[in-house]
């Protein structure tokens, strides 16, 4: 199927490694010029040169999305080089693993620390991205949540030593977000949807993996087994298998398609959500 993508514009934000390289490959090798950006300047630059590779435009900001002036710099930058912005995946995120267990023992800053790192990047970028599109006739804005909007693991189940409320309260929000932009901007063109992954092996993972291991006194070719059985479809996700629903979600032929949560989750969730 052709998505329609080629010679399109497409901001990605966190695409320096992990999903958001993933995702921003996957636009490229559709035809799609890209934007990417990152607070790791030299991985940010080695994977524009990879995108590069497929033969299209990409240019990298260094930026800090925690704030509205990095922000501004990418999306008002991105506007300034490519002419328009036809996509934005909201894909940055703040790293929340040290996050205690117990939620008594946590720190508001701590418990906030995906709504800051997170929503509010998220929710900054899609109101900057959205008079550049309404002057384009229209957009696509996916955001990249996780499904601990929708499950609280206990136990084994955890991939990452912290408490999961963080993600949780991160995610969530961003659904609420959707939903209310989605209402606001549907007129103009504009679909506005969330996906939620579930567990991915990006970079991170052999990580948790170790650290899990570590702390479990085991292998980790044992915690990663464990990790694998959680899913019904025997292992834990890879950015590919997350790219196909985003590019179509991304494409001038998903118009129809706003306001959706959508969960990548290989089985895993156990409610039934309609």
């Known amino acids: 199927m052709d998505l329609k993508l080629k010679d399109t514009t497409v901001v990605v934000t966190g695409a320096s490694r992990g999903l958001g390289r993933d995702l921003a490959l996957a636009f490229a090798a559709e035809g799609a010029n890209l934007m990417i950006c990152a607070r790791d300047g030299a991985k940010l630059e080695a994977t524009a040169a990879e995108i590069r590779q497929a033969g299209v435009r990409c240019v990298a900001v260094v930026a800090d999305l925690k704030t509205g002036d990095g922000c501004r710099a990418v999306i008002e930058g991105a506007a300034r080089e490519f002419g328009r912005i036809d996509v934005l995946v909201n894909n940055a ?18 418990v906030l620390a995906r709504i800051h790192g997170k929503t509010m990047p998220a929710i900054r970028c899609s109101r900057l991205v959205l008079p550049h599109m309404r002057k384009a006739g229209g957009g696509r804005i996916v955001l990249i949540g996780g499904t601990a909007a929708r499950t609280v693991q206990r136990g ?34 504009i679909t506005v949807n969330v996906v939620h992954p579930h567990s991915v092996d990006t970079g991170r993972f052999k990580d948790h993996v170790a650290a899990r291991a570590k702390q479990l006194g085991e292998t980790p070719d044992q915690v990663e087994a464990r990790f694998n059985s959680f899913v019904p479809t025997g292992r834990v996700l890879y950015g590919a298998d997350i790219a196909p629903l985003v590019l179509l979600l991304a494409s001038p032929l998903s118009g129809q398609i706003t306001a959706q949560a959508i969960a990548v989750d290989g089985g895993a969730l156990r409610a039934i959500n309609y």
């Not at 995120?93 to 205690?100: L, Q, R």
């Open 93 to 110: 995120t703040a790293n929340v693993d040290s996050t205690p267990k117990k939620v008594e023992d946590a720190t508001d800053e701590q």
């Open 156 to 189: 084994d189940e955890i991939m990452n030593p912290g408490s999961t409320l963080p993600q949780g309260l991160g995610n969530a929000a961003l659904s609420v977000f959707a939903r209310q932009l989605s209402e606001e901007s549907a007129a103009y063109g």
